[in-house]
């Protein structure tokens, strides 16, 4: 995502400019530590950086990726209330940031809506991001199962190349062992990858590698 889309905005990012200061830095440098997560948002100019929430054990997980025209926490800076969990944000590569205390957001917005906006969209991407790494993570187990599943049924050869195995999505969810709605969401899942297709008491196999990849990954992970 683009910091300004249009030309005509190019006022709106100088008054960002303006608003806040730059810095450079070098990968795996820290970039924003917890104790300014709330008080200040970052925009990545350019170069790639990465969120990192940190386990009380000491590990870091990341939680997000951030390109160039990415901001990162807005949304607590709206929130005006202290962000208890240690959220930090460091270089990948070497990065331009510019950092906009919460302070001077609020007047900018004002004078130039397009920068709420493209907030309105970061914020957006960034809920889009975690549901997605949170399917992921609830799924990823089931998806393995039910992969499983799939591929030690009798199928049926099609002239192009695919397998038709014949089981209805209730019967399947009766053999995994877990309910018609939730194997029906791993199936979609699996159909918008581009796996297989759904039809009507039948599933097509479209491709039996990557299937099986996904049952060994999860394997070798547990």
Known sequence: MQLFLNPGEDAALAAVRQAGWTHW??????????????ATILILLHGIARAVLQHHDGKLRTISYLASGCCF????AFME??????IAVRAVTRCEVLFLPEERLRPVLRAHPDVAIYLLKC???????????????????????????????PSRPLPSGFASVTITQEELATVVGRSRVTVGKILKRLE???????????ILILDRQRLAAISTANASAG
């Open 25 to 38: 830095y070098d990968p795996d440098n820290l970039v924003m530590g917890p104790e300014t997560f709330g």
């Open 73 to 76: 926490g807005q949304a607590a």
């Open 81 to 86: 209330t202290p962000v208890s969990q240690p």
């Open 123 to 153: 914020s957006a991407m960034q809920v889009y991001n975690l549901l997605d790494q949170f399917a992921h993570s609830a799924f990823g187990a089931q998806t393995a199962h039910v992969s499983d599943v799939l591929l030690s049924l």
């Open 192 to 202: 918008h990858q581009g796996l297989l297709l759904l039809r009507r008491n039948r």
